[in-house]
């Protein structure tokens, strides 16, 4: 097998049978690839972002089998034929798929689907990429470069935490008084956010102290599962995630309590069943009648809290919830007093808040500075030419022409009826039919009629191809990196490579008469060409100094 | 009729009334013949649709009025109503009478009132009292342009252009830079008549037509047109120049004081490497 620069074989398995035909199975950092062992040409390779997923056949059958399921649709089936070792051999490659499987469904991919779906939807631009990436004119990387704009542009949503997440987990029971709980990705990310403290251990614990399943079965050991039950000591799982989530919410507590102070708010002057209702009143742990209730209560505000908070960059809002401002309130009541002086301050910015609306502000109109004429006249005038040919009628001729008119008016009656000459009227015809006077030039003839449509797509994508190649080019300049430098040398080589090769074709296939249509794009490159050998020179002159 | 009805194509039409500006074409048609060949040409659109307005101002003497607008209908009770005994005598429809009775009205009153005349005209100051939706405005101009009126005539050409109005001009015997680049940028017609006899022919022929017509109308075709812009030191016309990044004045060679607004300016010049 042949590898690719960036390529390298991590696994290789010559006992492995395809549709009964004995063969190897490489697996490289980018494919997987079967070949045939008395058949040079027979191969199969199937890069990872292909596959959707991989299978392995049960224990108790009979063969050792990996199956591969492609996106679109296909699958392989390998046979590990090593009799002796078949088995471990297997799942050595299973592993080793699953970890590649793994690492390339990660941010590439993801970027690369992203990347054709633009090209998708945008077909100039997918005709621009055949022509400049396809014809290896420019790397691909360069290409995405000035348009990293567009890729960035979608940003998916969040999705939110279900409310039953944990009990919508898929419990097996499978004899023997064990259950069974199949955990998704979603559901693991609403655990996490549902209980930030199993995120920390998780992180802390998962790939050194104890693997996947061991965590999770902690987990649903725990107090986090089971903390609303008989408690069912677990001393392993409550070792790992303390006691429980009541630790979670008064971290929060701890750390939010200054911020979250409404001293508009307090619930529990007007109504003293609140302290019931939610529970709270004895969380700083001086009562010793913590009631079941009053701690499901406090969980459930917990949870609530935790869920919101996990919306992202919505703290803010989620200050102004009642809820928290509420438990606030009803946990410190009895620390009011200590920070009676800040209080004030911060009722006046509450009130402040609560009486004035930014919608109602005037705008502050910042217009920047005021343009400061020094010469007004000539800037009213604007760019235009003064007039030259001024007729001048002298002062008596205007009197004289003045009256005449004054008279004339006195006694004027619109008479409508002939106010044309039928000459004049038909010699206007004339200017206005088609070759008349006024109409001369639409007969011309114009050059979207005479060239054809094939010619005029490939010329919009010889334009298309080569602006792309030239604002490369020019963005280049002022060369003031070593990096820019290189670019500009590729640039020019790529740009002189357009000219010798797809335009010189263009201009092979013009006939006689569009001959013309190239000497735009040719003029354009040889600027650019020029511009590029003035550069060297002036290079060449500073290192010869 | 009050208002103005919900009517599609408003007309507003902009004619030269300086009576000392038609001089030269006296005699190929009088100003009367030429306000009657106007008032022909707004009967005739008033004809096409019944939903058709019109809206004239007169651009006059150092001063533009509305001679007729859809607002001024009751203007002819207002003034003399012996008057009215005249209107419809000869079974014209009532309300093309009034609107050729208030124009020819004014018409007279604008003469009369003129004393001494500037031979400068500035017909385009009154364009930017444009700009309702599904109107077109319609220039009628005989005399040159003037470089006074720059900045409001362009702040006008580029709200029509923002409301979708099309401007049309007929000018008469002299190119009109401003309405060129107006219509160009308005997608108007621009029409330039050697001679004003047979205008009318000509008014009605390339702008009866209103906007949704003219698509499949062949019209007089577009010229080039000159966007070329004088620099303000010489006032001379330019192709490449240097634009001031505050005031956007125009000058032919680099200054490095702005001449209107006074900012300074350094040329940027790429440094040079050092001796390696």
């Known amino acids: 097998m042949e590898l690719a620069k960036d390529e390298e074989l991590l696994y290789q398995n010559t006992y492995v049978k395809h549709r009964k035909m004995m063969g190897t199975f490489f697996l490289s950092t980018k494919r997987i690839v079967w070949k045939a062992s008395d058949n040079d040409e027979l191969q199969l390779c199937s890069y990872y972002p292909e596959i959707k997923m991989q299978k392995i056949s049960p224990d108790t059958s009979s063969k050792v089998q990996l199956q591969l399921q492609l996106h679109n649709g296909n699958s392989f089936n390998f046979h590990f034929a090593n009799s002796d070792s078949a088995k471990t051999e297997r799942d050595q490659a299973k592993d080793f798929v699953q970890q590649l499987l793994i690492k390339s469904r990660k941010k590439p991919s993801k970027e690369l689907e992203e990347k054709s779906r633009l090209l998708k939807e945008n077909p100039e631009l997918y005709q621009l990429y055949k022509d400049l990436v396809v014809g290896n004119i420019i790397s691909a990387e360069e290409f995405w470069s000035n348009r990293s704009g567009m890729l960035t542009s979608s940003s998916g949503q969040n999705i939110g935490v279900s409310p039953e997440f944990l009990t919508g987990a898929n419990v097996n029971v499978s004899g023997c008084n064990t259950l069974k709980y199949n955990l998704s990705a979603d559901m693991i990310e609403s655990i996490f956010k549902t209980y930030p403290k199993v995120k920390k251990k998780h992180i802390e614990c998962v790939p050194d102290k104890m693997n996947e399943g061991e965590f999770w079965t902690l987990f649903f050991q725990s107090q986090y599962f089971h903390r609303n039950r008989a408690s069912t000591s677990n001393n392993a799982a409550n070792e790992l995630f303390g006691s429980g989530a009541s630790k979670d919410f008064n971290d929060y507590l701890q750390k939010n309590a200054r911020s979250e102070r409404d001293p508009l708010l307090d619930l529990t002057k007007s109504n003293t069943f609140l302290d019931e209702a939610f529970g709270t009143n004895d969380i700083d742990g001086q009562s010793a009648a913590t009631t079941s209730n009053a701690q499901l209560l406090q969980q459930f505000n917990h949870q609530s809290y935790v869920i919101l908070h996990s919306g992202e960059k919505r703290i803010k809002d989620i200050r102004d919830t009642l809820l928290i401002r509420v438990i606030y309130v009803l946990v410190h009541s009895d620390k009011e007093q200590n920070d009676s002086d800040t209080q004030k301050d911060r009722k006046k910015i509450k009130l402040r808040e609560a009486v004035s609306y930014d919608e109602l502000h005037g705008k502050d109109a910042d217009l920047g500075p005021k343009l400061a004429l020094k010469n007004t006249q000539v800037y009213a005038q604007g760019p235009t030419v003064p007039i030259q040919d001024v007729t001048v009628i002298s002062q008596s001729d205007v009197e004289v022409a003045t009256s005449n008119l004054k008279s004339k008016l006195k006694n004027w009656s619109a008479n409508l009826v002939e106010c044309i000459s039928s000459e004049a009227a038909c010699k206007a015809v004339n200017d206005l039919s088609p070759n008349g006077a006024l109409m001369k030039s639409v007969l011309q003839v114009n050059l979207t009629q005479s060239v054809s449509q094939s010619l005029q797509d490939d010329l919009k994508k010889h334009y298309f191809a080569l602006g792309e190649l030239l604002r490369h080019f020019w963005s280049c300049f002022p060369v003031q990196s070593k990096g820019l430098e290189e670019k500009v040398e590729r640039m020019a080589a790529a740009i002189s490579k357009y000219k010798s090769s797809n335009l010189q074709r263009l201009k092979a296939s013009l006939t006689e008469e569009h001959s013309h249509l190239a000497d735009h794009l040719l003029e354009m490159i040889n600027v650019a060409i020029n511009k590029y050998k003035g550069w060297q020179d002036r290079q060449r002159n500073i290192r010869s100094r | ?276």
């Open chain 2, 1 to 276: 009729m009050g208002t103005r009805r919900s009517g599609e194509n408003l007309l507003i039409l902009v004619i030269d009334t300086n009576p000392l500006a038609w001089l030269p074409f006296a005699a190929e048609m009088d100003f009367t013949r030429y306000i009657e060949n106007i008032v022909v040409y707004i009967n005739s659109h008033l004809m096409m649709d019944h939903r058709n307005s019109i809206a004239v101002i007169a651009s006059h003497v150092n001063k533009s009025c509305y001679l007729y607008s859809p607002h001024m209908d009751n203007w002819i009770k207002n003034t003399n109503s012996n008057s009215t005994v005249n209107i419809a005598k000869d079974g014209r429809h009532e309300e093309l009478s009034h609107i050729n009775y208030i124009i020819e009205t004014r018409v007279k009153e604008l003469v009369q009132e003129m004393a001494t005349a500037d031979i400068h005209n500035h017909v385009d100051q009154d364009l930017r009292n444009k700009g309702q939706a599904k109107s077109r405005i319609l220039v009628i101009k005989c005399t040159p342009d003037t470089s006074f009126q720059y900045l409001p005539i362009m702040n006008c050409i580029f709200t029509a252009q923002k409301y979708n109005v099309p401007i049309d001009a007929c000018v008469i015997e002299k190119d009109s830079g401003f309405l060129q680049q107006a219509c160009d940028i308005t997608g108007g017609i621009y029409l330039k008549l050697q001679s004003p006899s047979g205008l009318l022919q000509y008014l009605l022929t390339a702008f009866l037509p209103n906007q949704s017509m003219r698509e499949t109308l062949i019209l007089p075709p577009k010229a080039k047109v000159d966007y070329r812009a004088a620099c303000f030191c010489h006032r001379e016309l330019i192709e490449i120049g240097y634009i001031c990044s505050v005031c956007l004045s125009i000058s032919c060679k680099f200054v490095p004081v702005c001449p209107t607004c006074q900012t300074h300016f350094t040329l940027r010049i790429a440094k040079k490497k050092k001796k390696a």
